[in-house]
């Protein structure tokens, strides 16, 4: 008799370069789920609450990629505390009751720092002021950083994440050309890459980075200019496909209830993106 098979995918718009199903997949052969599929679906805004609407029961899991995060508390039959603190569902999970949405990009940036050996930073800097950059404040709560500051280009937008964050008060605002100022022990770069990365990684100058940890959220096309620049100046990088990678093991926990095999996924991640543990 065949077992039927349990569901789970990644939607948003654009779709087709999302790492999510190789990191998955990868998870699922690791530990051995041979009953489990996971798919890309493209799917906008307004397409979300027809798509899950439509899905069965052997239905498990949905990742959400943009421009879903805000438009899943529409669908949500239930939404966690950090998900409502970030103001952003990246998770559906299927329970009894229905679709419990979560966040699970907090996750992903605390054990990617954690890997990196960050806890409790006496100053810590958050470069953007995107939904991705208030992720990044809860993430650093989580870590007990002290002194936090959010330099963005536009400070008004900064300010006002910043005051959208619960207890996040006393965080600063500064523009975002003096990001390397104050000698912060950790960074987190939610900026995107192409033009706005370049511009950043100019800002350095001659700053000295020995000892800072910079997390730069992007994965793709690495090392970015961004991150090229941190480590000439002393910076020990990290790359987002290890934030990517453990937000996917959370998401891949709540919807099979299994142990994420980490490791697995981790190499997965890398071969596709032709990553070193050292690049």
Do not use: C
């Not at 077992?3 to 790492?19: E, K």
């Not at 800002?203 to 020995?210: E, R, V, Y």
């Not at 996917?248 to 095999?261: I, S």
């Amino acid at each position: 008799m065949l077992t039927p098979t349990l569901h789970a995918g990644v939607l948003g718009s654009p779709i087709r370069h999302s790492l999510s199903p190789t990191l998955h997949r990868a998870g699922y052969a690791a530990a051995g789920l041979t009953d489990w599929d996971y798919t890309a679906h493209e799917v906008d805004e307004g397409g979300l609450a027809p798509f899950v609407a439509g899905l069965d029961v052997m239905w498990r899991g949905l990742s959400l990629t943009m421009p879903l995060k805000v438009a899943a508390f529409d669908v949500a039959d239930e939404v966690s505390e950090l998900a409502r603190r970030a103001g952003a569902i990246n998770t559906l999970a299927r329970t009894d009751t229905g679709w419990v949405g979560d966040n699970t990009d907090v996750y992903g940036i605390v054990a990617a720092l954690r890997d990196a050996e960050v806890s409790e930073p006496a100053r810590a800097s958050v470069l953007g002021s995107g939904a991705t950059a208030r992720s990044a404040l809860l993430a650093l709560q989580e870590l007990d950083a002290g002194e936090v500051v959010v330099a963005a280009r536009d400070e008004a937008k900064a300010a006002a994440l910043r005051d959208a964050v619960p207890g996040a008060g006393a965080v600063q605002i500064a523009p975002l050309r003096s990001w390397t100022s104050g000698a912060p022990q950790v960074v987190v770069s939610t900026l995107p890459g192409g033009r706005a990365g370049t511009a950043v990684a100019e800002t350095i100058g001659d700053a000295d980075l020995t000892g800072v940890v910079l997390l730069d959220v992007v994965y793709a096309d690495w090392p970015t200019p961004l991150a090229r620049a941190a480590a000439e100046r002393g910076a020990a990088v990290v790359s987002g496909l290890e934030m990517l990678v453990h937000q996917a093991a959370r998401q891949f926990e709540l919807f099979t209830g299994a142990t994420a095999p980490v490791a697995a996924m981790q190499a997965a991640g890398r071969a596709a993106l032709g990553h070193t543990p050292d690049a």
